[in-house]
């Protein structure tokens, strides 16, 4: 089932009063850089940090008492597996959650913190969604995908609809991109809201598979790409997700990782914000110049926060 | 002249529509883990970075038209500098900021880009304060220290007031302390509109001289401290700001920069805030248990965010 903008309409209600309603930061110096006047959306301030709490708990919250009862399964990297450990333990259903075993530590900690059971996975020999799949159907638990779910991505939706609702009308949105379910969300929501306003997806450049899906109209994959965008190492954009950006979404454009990291730490120091790399695609791309922004009114989704620190004297380089 | 509640009333009218009133951060995480319900007054969010701002701008806003033609001048470490040359801008004041060969580069840099003009001295060899009167001397500069003046300490108390304005009665207040001008400020806010509120100074263990001089009351002071709160390495209080910090604050209390450093990463990742080491004293002695908060009303004032991550990699040990 394909969610239409009625879907997320449904879900900022289902969601009001659990989820934050994020601040929107905005900076003179970044206004006066670029001649436009940026809207950023701070979901790094959402609950669990990133967006991901929006679609979790509008999937978990429907749930019949029979599910509740049963539990959840999922698969994530780290943003989504934080959000349906906390969605689920807001609501009392029993979750567990299948994690790459080279998640970032501070993700797995966080996701065990709100008592999520995590179940480890090699990223390079085995396959998630069958190791989802195989423990709801042992254990009757029902299998809540990171993005390619209608109730996920309407979720996701409701951001970039309390975004416009709150600074009127945009000339472009960026948003990150990995398996879609933000992009497509807030594609419809933006599409509806405001039909002349352009949504731009953001990918890091070794996971492109969603800019090469989006050219060439057929579904592309990527296999583990090396990137520090950890929330943007999906293979491909889903079933429900790849027709949603193809119908809602102007553009896909890419971010290499200096870049990315650049623009991150940037965010850092002008607006005091804690990004992680995912959450500063949509920046990294809004300030790169290559799509010209001059003069227009732009949003810009800051996905999540959950950065791992660890990383800082690798990635300071970069700055 | 020493500052009362009134002088507060007065800065705030003064600064509205140029200084951000900031927002107020909260964490369920902290209020479960602390049993307390702690409020975080950003002024990392600030502009130019810090509640320094507030000061600057009342003061230079006042100057009578010949002393706004003449200009300012200005001695600082850092936030001061920034919120000098910031405001200066803002009002069209040429202004000269005096500030030691060794402060964050991060913070020279952000000066000269508000247009100060940067005048550095060596910390060890030479009297900051010299330079500046000097200065004022020889070029007909207004000098406006960067505490010990009242105009700048009620513009400073102008962050409590909104605080207590918006989230309402408090048990304790954390304030961070250096010279005293946003300690006396917050008190002398505190004590008029919530007379139950204890206001506890905090400065880093190295450059404890505000606590000994709490504790003997005669003004002790430190020469050149090493610490990490670079905002903290203030040589002594003023004379107008350490007899109100007798009259107006319960307790002064110190971190050591490990604990600092901790609670500063503490802060990024829960909050998603960038906290400079100076900023987050406050935190630190909130959440460091030796001040009982259980069950209390705490609010915390997180005063600036201009941290220099290259020191990244020789902090982040301390997470």
């Not at 089932?1 to 659990?18: C, L, R």
């Not at 669990?48 to 929006?54: D, E, L, P, T, Y």
């Not at 807001?90 to 008592?115: F, H, N, Q």
């Not at 002008?270 to 790399?277: F, I, M, N, Q």
Request: proline residues 6%; neutral net charge; hydrophobic residues 40%.
């Amino acid at each position: 089932m394909t969610p239409t903008f009625d879907d997320i309409e449904s879900a900022a209600k289902q969601i009001v009063g659990a989820a934050h309603k994020t601040p929107v930061a905005t900076s003179r110096t970044i206004n006066a850089r670029t001649g436009a006047e940026v809207f950023f959306k701070c979901e790094n301030l959402q609950r669990a940090g990133a967006f991901k709490f929006r679609g979790a708990y509008n999937a978990l919250s429907r749930f019949t008492p029979d599910e509740r009862r049963r539990g959840v399964v999922t698969f994530s990297s780290g943003n989504h597996a934080q959000a349906i450990a906390l969605a689920g333990q807001v609501l009392g259903i029993p979750r567990v959650i299948v994690m790459p075993s080279d998640a970032p530590e501070v993700k797995r900690i966080a996701t065990e913190g709100y008592g999520g059971e995590v179940i480890l996975y090699d990223r390079d020999k085995e396959d998630r969604e069958a190791i989802g799949k195989r423990l709801a159907s042992e254990r009757g638990l029902t299998l809540v995908p990171p993005y390619d779910h209608p109730h996920i991505i309407a979720g996701q939706g409701t951001a970039t609809r309390e975004l416009i609702e709150e600074v009127g009308a945009l000339d472009l949105l960026f948003v990150p991109c990995g398996g879609g379910g933000l992009l497509s969300g807030s594609a419809i929501a933006a599409n509806a809201m405001e039909a002349n306003c352009k949504v731009i997806g953001v990918e890091p450049a070794a996971g492109d598979d969603g800019a090469r899906s989006f050219r060439t109209k057929t579904l592309q994959t990527v296999n583990n790409p090396k990137t520090v965008a950890d929330g943007a190492r999906t293979p491909s954009l889903g079933s429900l997700t790849f027709p949603l950006v193809l119908q809602y979404v102007a553009d896909m454009v890419t971010v290499d990782d200096p870049t990315l990291l650049k623009t991150m730490f940037y965010l850092w120091e002008r607006l005091k914000l804690v990004v992680e790399p995912t959450g500063a695609l949509g920046a990294a791309a809004a300030l790169a110049g290559t799509t010209p922004i001059r003069g227009l009114r732009v949003g810009v989704i800051l996905s999540g926060g959950n950065v791992d620190l660890t990383q800082m004297p690798a990635w300071i380089q970069y700055r």
